[in-house]
Structures are given as structure tokens and as C-alpha cells.
């Protein structure tokens, strides 16, 4: 930064700064708070030291702006943080907290929303913590979407977009920018990518598992996650899933429970038999995602491991005469 920079910064000479930097002059005390903001630290470090200790610094601010609090004294307590910020204005954990507070107050009055989107800017632009910028901007959607503002609700989908979608809770903050259709949408796009990470999560467990009863009990706890969902009906790509876990089971299990699974593979399969019943899909998924077209070749090769496969060999049979319905109807043999 120059000093002509510096100087329109803080509203004086270049010829004035220029005698701070030879040491023939000081900057007037009331002008170090406007240094410390433009130079992104606080006051003390301008001087290179530090006279409290952080943690004691914070713990007497915190003290002070509570005693604020139980007497509702709301506008002494929003000029502290001011003051504290401007002071420090490095410190960015306080700008996360002040517009917690804003928000914990309801405070959308239009000058204090345009200082806190100051801050907000700030921290984006400065702030090396991606955890407290995350946390900024989420408490802005929040802000944003409730403040009735017309002008200030506009911001709420550019804050929204800042965050992750899947860190720091993006997609419970959908219903502030979409609506209707669009919203349900998203919501049941949130609910199929949920319930495909948990059963990838349980299947996970199988990896480290070596008790062969574990590892039924895990793959028997993700196709139950399937089957609560699908409630029966056509499964479009979770069906794949499904048909797999049940697969892994039958491989696992004695031979009852084997061929109750391989009845289960069966019957999924029979839909693909009855075109009305592929386009009865749960409301819950995106089930459909994907169409029966795509979904018979991965069938179709399941049906033939599970008629080579030695494990299964008590159910080859009714498996063969299966398999052989399935391709003729699908026009292959």
C-alpha cells in the first residue's frame, strides 16, 4: 500500500504519513482504530505487542457484554461489540459471534444489517478459517431470509451458495431459496443421497468385520433401510443397491435364510415383468431415476453369478428356470 493509499484511507495527507513513516510525527490516538482496520490487526499489534493476553482480553469482554444482556440493554451491548471489532479487527471468531447475536435478537434494522454485511465481507475477503466463514455465511442466510426486507432477502441465495453443500448444514437452509415443486425437489434429492450414505456407511463395516453373523446383520440393516423406502415398489437405481445386499446375504446365510433372500431377488425382478408396476415409485426417492432399461443388464448379470456360484447351488435351479423367463421376456436367450 502507498501512502497516498494510506492517506485516502484514513482521510489525511500523504505529506502526513509521509511524516509518521520518518518518525517526525504521530498519527492522532483517535486515528489508530482506522489503522488497525486497514492494516487487518488490532491496536496493540500496530505497536508489535500485545498488553493483555488474548484469552484474558476475550474473557473480560465477554464478562462485560453479559451483564448487558439480563438487562435487556441491547443497544449498549451492540455498541461493545462494535468497538471490540473495530479495535481487533483481526479477530474474526467476534464477527461470528456479534452476528449470532444479531440474529439471536431479531435485530434487522437496516443500519445494523448494513454493518454486519461489512463484516461479513470482511471475513470473506481476510479470514484464513474456513470454519468461521462457513459460520458467517450461514448465519446470514438466516438473517437474510427472515429480515422482511426486500432488499436484504435478495442477498440470502449468494450466502447460501458460499457454503458447502455438505458441510456445516447447506441443505436444511434450501427453503429459503426455493419453493413448491423445486423445493420438494431438492428435499427428496437430500433424502435419497442421505439413505445412500448411511447403507454405504453400514455395508462400510464389513470391510473390518470378520465374524461372518456381523456382516450379515450389517448388509440385513441397509436392505432394511431400502425396503422401509421403497415400500415394495419399483427402486429405478436403489434397486441395484437392494439387489446386491440381498445377493451378499444369500451368499452369507445358511441355507434357509439363503433362499429367502434369493425369493427376495426373484420377486424385486418380477416387476420388471408389468410395466404399471416400473412406474410406481415411492414418493420418498428419486427412484425412477433411472429407467428399466438400464436397470435389466445389471439383472441380468446378477442372475448369472447367482447360477454360477457353488454357494447357491440348492437354489440353481429355481434360479435357472428364472433366469431363463427373465431373458426371454427382455428379448434376450
Not at 124 to 131: G, L, T
Amino acid at each position: 500500500m502507498t501512502q497516498s493509499e494510506l492517506a485516502k484511507e484514513l482521510g489525511v495527507s500523504s505529506q502526513t504519513v509521509s511524516k509518521w513513516e520518518r518518525g517526525l510525527l504521530s498519527p492522532d490516538v483517535s486515528l489508530l482504530p482506522d489503522i488497525a482496520n486497514v492494516f487487518r490487526c488490532s491496536i496493540d499489534k500496530l505497536f508489535d505487542r500485545d498488553i493483555f493476553p488474548t484469552a484474558n482480553r476475550f474473557r473480560d469482554f465477554y464478562l462485560r457484554i453479559g451483564d448487558f444482556d439480563p438487562n435487556n440493554d441491547w443497544d449498549t451491548e451492540y455498541n461493545a461489540w462494535i468497538e471490540e471489532i473495530r479495535n481487533n479487527p483481526d479477530e474474526y471468531l467476534n464477527y461470528l459471534l456479534f452476528i449470532n447475536r444479531i440474529y439471536a435478537k431479531k435485530d434487522f434494522s437496516e443500519n445494523h444489517l448494513f454493518e454486519i454485511i461489512k463484516l461479513a465481507e470482511m471475513a470473506e475477503k481476510n479470514c484464513d478459517n474456513i470454519d468461521i466463514k462457513n459460520g458467517i455465511n450461514y448465519a446470514m442466510v438466516h438473517i437474510c431470509a427472515e429480515s422482511n426486507i426486500e432488499w436484504f432477502m435478495k442477498k440470502t441465495e449468494s450466502y447460501y451458495k458460499k457454503l458447502p453443500q455438505l458441510r456445516h448444514g447447506r441443505d436444511p437452509l434450501i427453503k429459503y431459496i426455493l419453493s413448491g415443486e423445486k423445493l420438494r425437489n431438492s428435499q427428496m434429492f437430500n433424502v435419497s443421497l442421505s439413505a445412500q450414505q448411511l447403507c454405504e456407511a453400514i455395508v462400510e463395516l464389513c470391510n473390518n468385520e470378520e465374524k461372518q453373523e456381523r456382516k450379515i446383520y450389517y448388509y440385513k440393516k441397509a436392505a432394511g433401510i431400502y425396503e422401509v423406502l421403497l415400500e415394495s415398489k419399483f427402486g429405478g437405481r436403489y434397486e441395484e443397491q437392494l439387489l446386491n445386499y440381498y445377493f451378499q446375504i444369500a451368499l452369507l446365510s445358511g441355507e434357509t435364510d439363503s433362499k429367502k433372500y434369493i425369493d427376495r431377488i426373484i420377486t424385486t425382478l418380477e416387476r420388471h415383468f408389468d410395466k404399471e408396476k416400473t412406474k410406481d415409485t415411492t414418493l420418498l426417492l428419486y427412484a425412477a431415476d433411472r429407467t428399466l432399461n438400464e436397470i435389466t443388464p445389471f439383472a441380468k448379470s446378477l442372475l448369472e453369478l447367482m447360477l454360477h456360484d457353488e454357494k447357491l447351488k440348492s437354489s440353481h435351479k429355481i434360479i435357472a428356470e428364472f433366469k431363463e423367463r427373465y431373458f426371454e421376456y427382455f428379448n434376450e436367450k
